[in-house]
Every structure is written in C-alpha cells, then in structure tokens.
C-alpha cells in the first residue's frame, strides 16, 4: 500500500450525505473549512451544502479525485468501489458502521480481493486516517481537537478509542505525524508503510485482531530494530492476548495495557534519545516524592547513578537524592550532573508546593539537551503548571503526572535500548 500519497491528496469525494449531524455530514464541513485541496460531496438529498455544490452521482464530476469516503451499507459497497475504479480513484476509506460476524467479513474479504491492485481500500468500520494536512475525520474538530504535529503514528482497529487517543494526546501535549483507523482489517501492512515513513518515529497500535500472526512478527521486527512500536491490545488477560504477547516478543515490540503507560512510552520515545547505560540521577525539591522516585528506580531495572568523586564534592545528596541546586548555581550544577559519566539520565522532580518555578528553567534545560542524555521532568498537573508543562514539552523533554510514571519511561527506554543492541 502506497500509504505516502494517500496524506499527499489533492482532492477529496464524500459519498453520500443524507442527513444533518450524519458522519458524512460532519466530514463535509470538516473538509470545507479544514482540507487544501478539492472537496466534493455527493448528496440525493441534499443540492447545496455549506454554500458548495453538491452532486447526485460520481459521473456527473468531471476533475480527478484522489480519495473517495464512502459511507453506504455492506449490499452497495461493491457497487459504489466499482464506479469509484470507473473514475480511477486511487483510494477508498469505508467508514460504513457494519456489524462484523462470519458472513460480513467473508463479503468484506470478497470486496476487497474483488479489487486487489485496482484501489486501495481501508476499512470498512473505519473513522478516517489524520495528519496535518489530510484530516479526513468524521468528528468536527470542535467535538474532538486534533493533537499537535509529532513523530508518532498510529494504527488503530477500534472505532471507539480513536476519539480516546486524540483526547489524550491533546490533553497531554504529544505530538501525532498518522493516524489510521483501519477497522478490523489486518495491520501488517500499513505496519510495513509507516515502518518506511520517515515522518514516523514511533509507532503506536491498538490491536483486536492479527490475521496472519507469521508476516506480523516479520515485518514488526525488521522495524523495531530502528524504531520503537508499542501496542495495547483489546484481548486483555484472555489466552488469544497470551498468544499476543508472544508474538510481541519475538518481534521486539512493547506491549503495554493502558492507554495512560501507552502515551507515557509513545512520549517518552518520541522526544528522548536512548540510554548509554542504566545509571539514573534524581534531582528533587521535596523529600517525600524523592524517596518515592528512588524507591521505584532501584525496584526497577535501572539503578541509582553511582556518582564520581568529583561530582560528589560539587552537589548535595540526602536519602540518595541530589538536593534541588539554590538559584545561584543551579545551571551550574545542572551541568555538572549531566556531564557526569555515571549519569545516563536525569529525572527532575519538581513541586511547585515547595516552591516557586523559576521563570529561565525552560532556556537552562534546553540548553542542558546538549549532553545527549535523556531528561525527564516530574510536574503535577494544576492551573498554574499547565504551561510551564507545554513549554517543556514543546523543548522535547516529557513531564510526567508522578515519579512512578517517569520511572516507567526511563526503564522503557532502557529495556529499548537494550532490544536494538542485541
């Protein structure tokens, strides 16, 4: 599947809108106000809509269209693909809603074998695929923001999480380059395409279904040795989610399940660079959440950096945390810490009750990037850290809700590193 140039169109048809607040409806004016290129809707109801023509037919449009999404039930699909072929359209996204039991996925397979190298078809039972400049979504961007751009792509079987993951990545800051919402057709193709996409750095999946587990594992680990793929699957504790997970291990993939560890990992990957070595240093401005923070590192597999005598003679450590530098040589110390070779990463926890946040904290940790060495901030989230947070972020150093949490994302990187060197 040549996924590059389906976010390359140029041009758009909606198949059909019948009524007002329908899904095709919505994508419509979605694509009205939001998509560059050419929109067309093809409507019998319906002979203007949002002051754009509209057509009863495709034959009656006569400009070449890219993509066509089509909303019409399992009997007219074929049909309606057929006259998509006719105009040469190059893809077909089906978010008809079809109740998937033996019968329809048999006539689903039929359709699509029926036009195997005549059109590329995604779905049925999809919600559209998104990046910046191809939101073809049929949720207005009013009832679901769209994240900011990144360098994680996703594939998702579900219908209902996709609304949960832009919900999330929004909220959370996390930057998204695909998504595609492929209904319950197999993911190892699209898999394959986003492996090659040099927008993608970090691949996230939700899964409910592999149909050929052999050619999954194939593909999954010729693309986790360059970059990392984390998956949440629907089959939670169940023996088909045991043979799941053994597939995820033969590819190398990192299999996590919640939404929550599954955008912590995606964030982690996307903004950090991997550790040389699994010696962490806390720095902290409270004792409490300090303690908590080691107590999780050495619980986990990386360890307490084991400092150097020189580094040791230049901070000040109580309970084997480094105490949160006083103003005047805090960048200083930073420096020092970071430059330390038993320091692989810095996780960095600050409680803004136990203090202010000093205004040029965002500059000194850019700049602290330099060392290469991956960062982590600990934050809790309240009104008045809310863009202290999206501005560390937007630097590339992820903030995470609790030490627990930020400790997960420095072992994940870790556990990566460890899955790429051998």
Partial sequence: MKLNKLFESKSV??????????????????????????????????????????????????????????????????????????????????????????????????????????IEIIGPNSIGVYSKDTDFLFFTRKKLPRPIQGNISIIDQSRTIGPTIFDFMTYEGIGISKYISIGSEDPTEILNVLGKDMETRCIIMYIENIENGIEFIKVAKKISDKKPIVVLTSEIGTMKSQI????????????????????????????????????????????????????????????????????????????????????????????????????????????????????????????????????VFVISKNNFTLLHIKKMQNIGIPVYASPQRAVKAMEILWKYSILVHH
């Fill in 13 to 118: 048809v909606v198949i059909d809108v019948d009524e007002e607040n329908s899904k095709t409806y919505n994508l419509s004016y979605n694509l009205l106000r939001n998509f560059h290129g050419d929109t067309y809707i093809i409507s019998a109801v319906f002979s203007e809509l949002f002051h754009k023509q509209t057509f009863e037919s495709l034959s009656e449009i006569e400009d070449p269209i890219d993509v066509a999404i089509i909303d019409k039930p399992l009997s007219e699909l074929k049909n309606v693909i057929s006259e998509c072929v006719k105009r040469k359209i190059k893809y077909c996204i089906l978010i008809s809603e079809i109740d998937e039991n033996e019968k329809t996925k048999e006539e689903i397979k039929k359709i699509k074998k029926h036009f195997k190298d005549k």
């Fill in 244 to 375: 799941y997970s053994e597939a995820f291990k033969k590819a190398n993939i990192i299999e996590t399940d919640n939404i929550e560890e599954l955008f912590d990992y995606a964030k982690t990957f996307e903004k950090l660079p991997l550790l040389k070595h699994k010696g962490i240093a806390i720095v902290s401005n409270t004792t409490s959440l300090g303690k908590i923070c080691y107590h999780n590192l050495i619980n986990s597999e990386l360890m307490s950096a084991d400092y150097s005598k020189n580094l040791l003679k230049k901070i000040e450590i109580q309970d084997n945390i480094i105490k949160m530098p006083d103003e005047e040589t805090f960048e200083k110390k930073i420096n020092y810490i970071l430059k330390d070779e038993s320091v692989a990463g810095l996780i960095f926890i600050l409680s803004v009750y136990e203090g202010k946040i000093r205004p040029d904290i965002i500059d000194i940790m850019a700049d602290a990037k330099i060392y290469g060495k991956p960062i």
